[in-house]
């Protein structure tokens, strides 16, 4: 294992990172954070990078490189997912813990903010190879995570299965009687093997969530709103799915492989079964118009969800999206030259930090389950994340009214100043 040294730790320019610290940059002016505060939260606490080694199905050995990234836990332990990607790199790895402690702030949650994953493409490798690759990787994080030190979670690439795995190998290492209480060290676990119920779906539904709190808030419903989603994973498949128990058609969708549309409306579930027998893939669906990949953000519509990767809506893009509403399922789907552009046409952005916080809310119950020995219920569980999410829409909307701010910059002003306080009351040991 290789603890990234200080000079590869100072932030390079990077899309993800140069994006989110510009955001940290803009909300910490705003707020006139305490410079000494400031100088903590612009770089992570810890930076691991280990390259190891696993056999494959061939024989053959094959060196993978994997990161976690910890920015910081003045509010608790550090928690956010393991993406399974070959755009994963360090700076990837920075930029999306930093936001999941911005997150874990303004949800209210008692965690701070992590991120890692391994650089590879898991559709190049075989299920035996991934559950082999996932817990070599485990192993050599060995007491870098930890249920009360840092939770991982799924994220792009990786699932239930994978969290699963995580959970068996670190239980393993431990002497007999610690082995059971360690359950924990994951989130986003299957529902048989210590999981949550709702966990899977809970990201997805805490968009719908947002899209309906502002759907409210303009005096209007959800019945016959148009709405296209990027991703149709995790994320982008149970927001649809909620929106359109609501009434709202999906009039386009767009994945890794293609992107599609019909005007009339793509009924959720049907897409999603097709996916399951088209490996994963939303391609060449068949009640729907296949389109290039460029058409997809100027369909039509009311609301839009990146639910994908980083740095989608760009200059390029954002002059030609018809949405009122842009819902960010993913982190950080809206580069600041994007943002610029659709906050002078006056279109709203819910923030990521926000907008696909029901995730993290999730992980949190679930943490909790385990922790006390408890078992939740699906109906109580959506329960209390609607009114988490709710309360936190409104806090967020009522400071970006009150300071004549957007939301992106009041959610980031409320998460930091959570974080500010706290470093104020405890003090810089020693
Ligand atoms: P997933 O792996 O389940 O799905 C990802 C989807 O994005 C797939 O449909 C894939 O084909 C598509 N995709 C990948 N590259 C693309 C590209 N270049 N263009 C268009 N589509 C592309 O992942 P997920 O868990 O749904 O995560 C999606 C996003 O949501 C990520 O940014 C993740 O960080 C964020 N997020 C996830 C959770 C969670 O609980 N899973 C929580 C918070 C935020």
Redesign the pocket.
């Known amino acids: 294992m290789i603890h990234v040294t200080e000079e590869q730790s100072v932030p390079a320019k990077h899309g993800l990172l140069e994006n989110v610290l510009q955001q940290f940059n803009h909300a910490a002016d705003q707020i006139k954070l305490n410079p000494n505060i400031r100088k903590i939260l612009e770089v992570p606490n810890t930076e691991i990078l280990i390259n190891f080694p696993v056999k494959m199905d061939n024989g053959d050995v094959e060196v993978f490189t994997g990161y976690r990234v910890q920015h910081n836990n003045a509010l608790g332990p550090y928690k956010g997912?393991l993406?399974y990607h070959p755009t994963v790199d360090i700076n990837a790895a920075r930029a999306l813990a930093m936001w999941m402690t911005w997150k874990t702030s303004l949800a209210g949650i008692p965690y701070g903010g992590a991120k890692g994953g391994i650089k590879l493409d898991p559709s190049k490798y075989s299920i035996s190879e991934l559950e082999r690759i996932t817990r070599r990787f485990t192993y050599a994080l060995g007491e870098n995570i930890g249920p009360e030190h840092d939770i991982p979670?799924?994220?792009?690439?990786t699932n239930p299965q994978t969290m699963a795995w995580i959970a068996d190998t670190y239980m393993s290492t431990k002497s007999t009687p610690e082995r059971s209480k360690n359950m924990h060290v994951v989130t986003g676990k299957p529902v048989g093997s210590g999981g949550l119920e709702g966990r899977d779906r809970s990201?997805g539904f805490g968009v719908y969530l947002m899209i309906r709190c502002w759907t409210e808030k303009m005096g209007e419903t959800l019945q016959g709103k148009k709405f296209i989603v990027?991703?149709?994973?995790?994320?982008?498949y149970w927001a649809s799915y909620f929106l359109m128990r609501e009434g709202a058609l999906m009039v386009g969708v767009?994945?890794?492989?293609g992107s599609i549309a019909n005007a009339e409306g793509i009924d959720v579930e049907k897409l999603f079964a097709y996916t399951q027998i088209n490996k994963?893939?939303i391609k060449d669906y068949a009640q729907a118009s296949s389109i290039e990949n460029e058409d997809f953000f100027e369909l039509d519509c009311d609301y839009f969800i990146p639910?994908?990767?980083?740095n989608q809506i760009t200059k390029d893009n954002a002059p030609h999206i018809k949405a009122r509403l842009i819902a960010e399922?993913?982190?950080g789907p809206t580069d600041k030259e994007g943002e610029r552009i659709l906050l002078d046409r006056n279109v709203t952005i819910i923030p990521d930090i926000l907008c696909?916080s029901g995730?993290v809310i999730g992980s949190y119950f679930e943490w909790l389950q385990n922790r006390n020995g408890e078992m939740w219920h699906l109906e109580e569980i959506l329960e209390r994340i609607e009114k988490k999410m709710r309360a936190n829409f409104d806090k967020v909307n009522d400071y970006a009214s009150e300071k004549n701010v957007d939301l992106r910059t009041a959610a980031f002003c409320i998460a930091i100043e959570r974080i500010e306080q706290a470093y104020i009351l405890r003090g810089i040991f020693p």
């Open positions: 997912g993406r979670a799924p994220d792009v690439n990201t990027q991703g149709f994973g995790n994320v982008g767009q994945d890794a492989y994963g893939s639910a994908a990767l980083g399922g993913a982190n696909n995730g």
